[in-house]
Nanobody, 123 residues
Framework: QVQLVESGGGLVQAGGSLRLSCAAS????????MGWFRQAPGKEREFVAS????????LYGDSVKGRFTISRDNAKNTVYLQMTSLKPEDTAVYYC????????????????WGQGTQVTVSS
């Protein structure tokens, strides 16, 4: 069973940047697609980005396209989310997940989740 630990969240002003990390342990994730989701209070968990096992395929949610970049380092068993031009509406707990099957945008397609990291963007 894989364990995921997200880190890198924090408080940042609007327009700022943060880089989130998702470190996996227990098994390699090098052959798995991975995704980032976020959940704001009172809202559903929302797709942010996904990346294929070879990094050749990436997808982004409409609200973050052009501002966020997902990447991975399979040698470090880690996935990253570089967030720029942050907005107050980006405030949420950010989770990474291991893709299983089904639609990449669907949170139910992911089999394992980390505990999340809080991102707060002040205006």
């Amino acid at each position: 069973q894989v364990q995921l630990v997200e880190s890198g969240g924090g408080l940042v002003q609007a327009g700022g940047s943060l880089r989130l990390s998702c470190a996996a342990s227990g098994r390699t994730i090098s052959s798995s697609s991975m995704g980032w989701f976020r959940q704001a209070p009172g809202k559903e968990r929302e797709f942010v980005a996904s990346i294929g096992w070879s990094s050749s395929s990436t997808l982004y949610g409409d609200s973050v396209k052009g501002r966020f970049t997902i990447s991975r380092d399979n040698a470090k068993n880690t996935v990253y989310l570089q967030m720029t031009s942050l907005k107050p509406e980006d405030t949420a707990v950010y989770y990474c997940g291991v893709y299983g099957s089904g639609g990449l945008y669907n949170k139910r397609s992911y089999t394992s989740w980390g505990q999340g990291t809080q991102v707060t963007v002040s205006s």
